[in-house]
Nanobody, 129 residues
Protein backbone atom coordinates (compact mmCIF):
# COMPACT_ATOMS: atom_id res chain seq x y z
CA UNK A 1 0.00 0.00 0.00
CA UNK A 2 1.22 3.48 -0.86
CA UNK A 3 2.21 5.59 2.19
CA UNK A 4 -0.04 8.46 1.07
CA UNK A 5 -3.28 8.53 -0.87
CA UNK A 6 -4.44 11.31 -3.17
CA UNK A 7 -8.00 12.19 -4.14
CA UNK A 8 -9.98 14.98 -5.79
CA UNK A 9 -8.89 14.74 -9.40
CA UNK A 10 -11.35 15.00 -12.23
CA UNK A 11 -12.24 16.67 -15.52
CA UNK A 12 -12.91 20.40 -15.71
CA UNK A 13 -13.14 23.10 -18.32
CA UNK A 14 -10.47 25.79 -18.65
CA UNK A 15 -10.91 28.34 -15.90
CA UNK A 16 -12.36 25.75 -13.55
CA UNK A 17 -11.21 24.68 -10.11
CA UNK A 18 -10.43 21.49 -8.23
CA UNK A 19 -9.29 20.64 -4.73
CA UNK A 20 -6.87 17.77 -4.31
CA UNK A 21 -6.33 16.03 -0.98
CA UNK A 22 -3.54 13.89 0.40
CA UNK A 23 -3.80 11.72 3.51
CA UNK A 24 -1.47 9.24 5.15
CA UNK A 25 -2.20 5.53 4.96
CA UNK A 26 -2.94 4.83 8.59
CA UNK A 27 -1.12 7.82 10.04
CA UNK A 28 -1.55 11.58 10.27
CA UNK A 29 0.46 13.98 8.15
CA UNK A 30 0.69 16.57 10.94
CA UNK A 31 4.44 16.16 11.34
CA UNK A 32 5.38 15.83 7.70
CA UNK A 33 6.43 18.35 5.08
CA UNK A 34 4.68 17.50 1.83
CA UNK A 35 4.85 18.29 -1.83
CA UNK A 36 2.71 17.94 -4.89
CA UNK A 37 4.25 16.87 -8.17
CA UNK A 38 2.64 16.29 -11.54
CA UNK A 39 3.40 14.33 -14.66
CA UNK A 40 1.78 15.06 -17.99
CA UNK A 41 1.63 12.39 -20.71
CA UNK A 42 4.99 12.08 -22.42
CA UNK A 43 6.68 14.50 -20.03
CA UNK A 44 8.89 14.22 -16.98
CA UNK A 45 7.51 14.58 -13.48
CA UNK A 46 7.80 18.13 -12.17
CA UNK A 47 7.45 19.69 -8.74
CA UNK A 48 4.39 21.88 -8.30
CA UNK A 49 4.20 23.02 -4.67
CA UNK A 50 5.64 22.27 -1.25
CA UNK A 51 4.60 23.02 2.33
CA UNK A 52 6.61 22.66 5.52
CA UNK A 53 5.43 20.59 8.48
CA UNK A 54 4.70 23.78 10.42
CA UNK A 55 2.83 25.28 7.48
CA UNK A 56 4.80 28.52 7.62
CA UNK A 57 6.77 27.90 4.45
CA UNK A 58 5.36 27.20 1.01
CA UNK A 59 6.90 27.11 -2.43
CA UNK A 60 5.42 27.02 -5.93
CA UNK A 61 6.71 26.42 -9.42
CA UNK A 62 6.39 29.62 -11.48
CA UNK A 63 3.75 28.21 -13.82
CA UNK A 64 1.20 27.80 -11.00
CA UNK A 65 1.94 30.83 -8.83
CA UNK A 66 -1.20 32.85 -8.21
CA UNK A 67 -3.44 29.96 -9.33
CA UNK A 68 -2.63 27.04 -7.02
CA UNK A 69 -2.53 27.07 -3.22
CA UNK A 70 -1.06 24.38 -1.00
CA UNK A 71 -2.37 24.15 2.54
CA UNK A 72 -2.63 21.77 5.44
CA UNK A 73 -5.46 20.88 7.79
CA UNK A 74 -3.60 19.41 10.72
CA UNK A 75 -6.79 18.59 12.61
CA UNK A 76 -7.56 16.18 9.79
CA UNK A 77 -3.92 15.32 9.05
CA UNK A 78 -4.54 16.33 5.45
CA UNK A 79 -2.59 18.22 2.80
CA UNK A 80 -4.61 20.12 0.16
CA UNK A 81 -3.80 21.56 -3.22
CA UNK A 82 -6.35 24.09 -4.45
CA UNK A 83 -6.24 24.43 -8.23
CA UNK A 84 -7.88 27.57 -9.63
CA UNK A 85 -8.07 29.06 -13.11
CA UNK A 86 -7.03 25.73 -14.58
CA UNK A 87 -5.47 25.61 -18.04
CA UNK A 88 -5.21 22.74 -20.52
CA UNK A 89 -1.47 22.59 -19.81
CA UNK A 90 -2.29 21.69 -16.19
CA UNK A 91 -3.56 18.32 -17.39
CA UNK A 92 -1.50 15.69 -15.61
CA UNK A 93 -1.48 13.04 -12.93
CA UNK A 94 -0.85 14.79 -9.62
CA UNK A 95 1.18 13.03 -6.94
CA UNK A 96 1.55 13.77 -3.26
CA UNK A 97 4.89 13.02 -1.64
CA UNK A 98 6.32 13.28 1.87
CA UNK A 99 9.65 12.67 3.53
CA UNK A 100 10.38 11.75 7.16
CA UNK A 101 8.54 13.18 10.19
CA UNK A 102 9.73 16.54 11.53
CA UNK A 103 9.85 17.35 15.23
CA UNK A 104 12.43 20.14 15.68
CA UNK A 105 11.56 23.78 14.98
CA UNK A 106 14.14 24.07 12.20
CA UNK A 107 13.09 20.90 10.43
CA UNK A 108 9.39 21.76 10.72
CA UNK A 109 10.02 25.00 8.81
CA UNK A 110 11.80 23.29 5.92
CA UNK A 111 10.35 22.27 2.58
CA UNK A 112 12.66 20.62 0.06
CA UNK A 113 11.52 18.69 -3.00
CA UNK A 114 14.50 16.29 -3.31
CA UNK A 115 13.88 14.76 0.12
CA UNK A 116 10.33 13.69 -0.74
CA UNK A 117 10.66 9.95 -1.16
CA UNK A 118 7.30 8.48 -0.09
CA UNK A 119 4.80 8.71 -2.88
CA UNK A 120 1.14 8.16 -3.58
CA UNK A 121 -0.22 6.63 -6.76
CA UNK A 122 -1.61 9.89 -8.07
CA UNK A 123 -4.90 11.44 -9.10
CA UNK A 124 -5.67 12.51 -12.66
CA UNK A 125 -6.59 16.09 -13.52
CA UNK A 126 -7.88 16.75 -17.03
CA UNK A 127 -8.55 20.28 -18.28
CA UNK A 128 -10.28 20.54 -21.63
CA UNK A 129 -13.11 22.36 -23.35
Amino acid sequence: QAPVVESGGGSVQPGGSLRLSCVGSGFTLRNFAASWFRQAPGKEREAVACISASGDKTDYVDSVKGRFTISRENARGTIRLHLNNLKPEDTATYFCAIDGPKYTADSRSACTYPTMDRWGKGTLVTVSA
